[in-house]
């Protein structure tokens, strides 16, 4: 089993920058497809970006296309998602996500390891 802890959320003015860090512990990293979530109040979960577990072909949600930026060091066993040209609708609490398979994937329920997750807040 595989631990995920998320940490660099925080409050930004529209237009900033952030960037998250989801550490990992427990097994081998680079075993593991990961993926960033999202879920804001009253909303169900929502597929932000994922990194497969073979090769480098990271795949992104269109709200979040060429703003956002998702990567992993497997030295490290850490997985980033920076955020750039933030908006207000993109404040939501942020959530990482992996899962031990070669299918890829933008389900929610088919992560079976989360993390506790960071809040983003934009303001206007």
């Known amino acids: 089993q595989v631990q995920l802890v998320e940490s660099g959320g925080g409050s930004v003015q529209a237009g900033g920058s952030l960037r998250l860090s989801c550490a990992t512990s427990g097994r081998t990293f680079s075993n593991y497809a990961m993926a960033w979530f999202r879920q804001a109040p009253g909303k169900e979960r929502e597929f932000v970006a994922r990194?497969?577990?073979?090769?480098?072909?990271?795949l992104y949600a269109d709200s979040v296309k060429g703003r956002f930026t998702i990567s992993r060091d497997n030295a490290k066993n850490t997985l980033s998602l920076q955020m750039n040209s933030l908006k207000p609708e993109d404040t939501a609490v942020y959530y990482c996500a992996a899962r031990q398979s070669t299918i890829l994937t933008i389900r929610p329920d088919l992560y079976p390891y989360w993390g506790q997750g960071t809040q983003v807040s934009v303001s206007s």
């Open positions: 990194f497969p577990w073979v090769g480098n072909s990271p």
